[in-house]
């Protein structure tokens, strides 16, 4: 029998998903030496080219308070979304794949740097000057990151992943699914408590 995955699908520019980012950084550290937590960037938003109207940016914040009050994830809420804003959630998940080619042991550290960005400073994580930024706080530094960033390699491995998340039937994040050989169960869905998940994960191991 292989060593089960659980397959973590996300986007870092999904509210739900900050308000989870406790919750999966506790799932590995339980978890990690009994099975592999895969990161999958589920496409949110890619190749968004319109400006947020401000309807859809009162609703978007709507949606922040309620993941803010719900999860107690810090939140910058003055000048968020400003006028012009463009919420593709493209370059922020082909960063994150750079920086896995990179250096596969920080693609979580930097997937949680550009949600922290994001959503508690209140930086444009779709620019990539900030992403560079982001990355040289991972060790990786601009020479080496842009390049990757700009790639077609990486270009390819984001779409990748997009399609992974459809293939899994996922189309709302955060979603995990653990697989087992062959069997794929899905063992969270959506921003759920950690002792809910812990719960699923741990039928699925012994049974």
């Known amino acids: 029998m292989n060593s089960p ?3 973590y699908f996300a986007d870092p520019m999904c509210s739900w998903c900050w308000g989870f980012s406790p919750v999966i950084e506790a799932l590995r550290e339980r978890y990690g030496a009994r099975l592999r937590v895969a990161l999958v960037l589920g496409g949110l938003r890619p190749g968004e080219r319109a400006a947020l109207s401000a309807a859809a940016r009162e609703d978007i914040l709507h949606h922040w308070h309620a993941v803010a009050e719900r999860t107690g994830q810090p939140f910058r809420f003055d000048g968020a979304l ?22 596969p042991g920080q693609i979580f550290a930097m997937f949680k740097a550009i949600q922290h960005a994001f959503y508690a400073e209140g930086r444009d994580v779709t620019q990539p000057d900030v992403l560079a930024a982001l990355a040289a ?44 050989d062959d069997r794929l169960t899905r063992v969270g869905e959506g921003c759920q408590p950690r002792e809910t998940v812990e719960r699923a994960i741990d039928a699925c191991l012994s049974a």
């Open 82 to 103: 400003a006028p012009g804003f463009v919420y593709d959630t493209e370059p922020a998940s082909r960063a994150v794949v750079a920086v896995g080619a990179l250096a």
């Open 5 to 7: 995955i659980l397959w």
């Open 137 to 180: 706080g991972c060790g990786i530094d601009t020479p080496r990151f842009q390049p990757a960033f700009d790639s077609d390699d990486a270009r390819a491995k984001t779409r990748a992943h997009f399609r992974q998340a459809r293939a899994a039937g996922v189309h709302g994040f955060p979603a995990l699914i653990l697989q087992q």
